[in-house]
């Protein structure tokens, strides 16, 4: 029972940690505690079995029974608050998960937000840039800084939309 006291104090860290944002140094206090309450739970598991076969053998039957009753009774309070504890943990394993995830998404979002902004910037220079003839401004002196300006007012006005939308955050 020390030991889960001492990790309740590490979740709880954790917990409030999670709270305010994510780190990898944290993420991996997470994996740690986890990993040790894991083998502490399997620990626990193994001593139970023990422990039922001790009650059920000749030694309870030469103690006074209340030991072996406060003995599996005992066991059971740390079984349950080990599943209490696995279950906190992994509450705050799927709050780092959904930071992460929602982190990755707006990124994701500013990243395709920004090659639509390019793409229309390509796509005009690259229609005014064809090899063939018809083509406004072809001979012009300007041509070239015409065509730069229609491609960048065009993507200033997709960016702008894009950021009222706000898809540029």
């Known amino acids: ?8 104090k590490q979740i709880d860290d954790l917990d409030s940690a999670a709270r305010r ?5 944290r993420l991996r206090e997470l994996t740690t505690l986890t990993r040790k309450l894991v083998f502490l739970e399997h620990t626990m598991v193994d001593q139970t079995s023990t422990i039922e076969d001790l009650v059920k053998s000749d030694f309870c039957q030469n ?14 309070r740390l079984t349950k608050a080990i599943h209490i504890f696995r279950d906190l943990l ?14 990755l ?11 639509l902004v390019i793409a229309v910037a390509a796509l005009v220079s690259g229609f005014m840039g064809m ?14 800084w015409i065509t730069l300006g229609i491609a ?8 702008y939309l894009l950021h009222r939308k706000q898809y540029l955050k």
């Open 152 to 159: 960048s007012i065009l993507s200033l006005l997709i960016a």
């Open 131 to 144: 090899n063939v003839g018809g083509l406004p401004w072809k001979d012009d002196l300007y041509g070239f």
């Open 63 to 76: 103690v006074p029974q209340d030991i072996c009753q406060n003995l599996t009774v005992e066991q059971q």
């Open 1 to 8: 029972m020390d030991v889960l006291v001492s990790y309740k």
């Open 105 to 115: 998404n707006n990124l994701m979002k500013f990243l395709d937000s920004a090659g």
């Open 90 to 103: 992994d509450s705050i394993s799927s709050l780092f998960t959904a930071m992460m995830d929602s982190n």
């Open 21 to 25: 944002g994510f780190s990898n140094t």
